[in-house]
């Protein structure tokens, strides 16, 4: 196949792709490229959308690539799908979820010493999402389960991996927020807000 068209065929998958797709996935549909040159295409294609102020954007998500639409234009998509639903996080489920993931793995008792309150219908709404998962047990007496994010997590915030998770601050801001009335989305402040508002997001 030739460089143009391989380049397109990236492209084709990138974008058919419901979640992000690793540079393995992609391997095993072409079968004649390697990781290294699918990584170099798509770091081309990322320059290209750029670069030409494209109102689309190439992103690592998760350990893998997906297209979304450009932040800039976040605005015009929220008029255009105003009246979407989009999935929201109460404020319970999101102070949940961010000790879960910044002090991941623990267990659910060290999360309602933290939150002073139960979090049965908490945990059970987020594991449900699929931005929680049981990963193990604690070695204490009754090896109660311990839990951490998942890859949808990932996905849903559009972070490549956990080290790029924003603030804690940034969290009480969202808090601070819902108090005030305002939504709460489940994908805020990144590129991943406007594809969520556009409906390519579950």
Do not use: W
């Amino acid at each position: 196949m030739e460089e143009n068209n391989l380049k397109s065929a990236v492209e084709a998958l990138i974008f058919a792709s419901e979640k992000p797709i690793t540079a393995e996935q992609i391997k095993k549909v072409l079968g004649d490229l390697d990781s290294l040159s699918i990584n170099k295409i798509i770091a081309e294609l990322k320059n290209e959308y750029a670069a030409q102020n494209r109102g689309i954007r190439v992103v690592e998500i998760a350990g893998g690539f997906q297209m979304t639409t450009c932040s800039n234009f976040a605005p015009f998509l929220k008029k255009l799908f105003k009246n979407r639903y989009s999935d929201k996080l109460s404020r319970p489920a999101l102070e949940s979820l961010a000790i879960i993931a910044y002090k991941q793995p623990l267990t659910k008792a060290e999360i309602e010493s933290l939150r002073n309150v139960n979090v049965d219908g908490v945990m059970k709404s987020l594991a449900d999402k699929n931005l929680i998962r049981i990963c193990g047990r604690k070695k204490i007496p009754g090896r109660p389960f311990v839990y951490g994010t998942t890859r949808e997590f990932l996905e849903h915030f559009g972070l490549k991996s956990l080290q790029d998770l924003p603030k804690m601050e940034d969290f009480t801001v969202l808090a601070q927020q819902q108090e005030a009335g305002e939504t709460i989305e489940l994908i805020s402040q990144t590129d991943l807000e406007a594809k969520n508002e556009s409906g390519q997001i579950a």
